[in-house]
């Protein structure tokens, strides 16, 4: 290899994010897990720490809740005034809408 091959190699390699700690920065940052809502046992507080709901929608899907019973999927609570398709799409992976298990 001549003289400019090798200054071209080594100049690419100083700018080349080969390192391992390089690689990590240009990752991602992995989210913190987050906890599960249950649409029908959640109080308004809960459902408040879910991302885009503040706690006057909160109350709202508590109200929804009392008034028409429990939900039977996650997608009712598009039902709610103030949860529109975005937000649903946002915090859909952090709702449930499962029955507590029963102990015997």
Known sequence: MNRSALALVAALVCVTPWSAEAQRASKPP???PT???NLNTGTAAQIASL???GLKTAELVVQYREKNGPFKKIEE???VKGVGEKSFLRIKDRLTVAQPKSEK
């Open 77 to 79: 609570i598009m039902n």
């Open 35 to 37: 906890e599960v809502v």
């Open 51 to 53: 991302p885009g709901i």
């Open 30 to 32: 992995v989210a913190a």
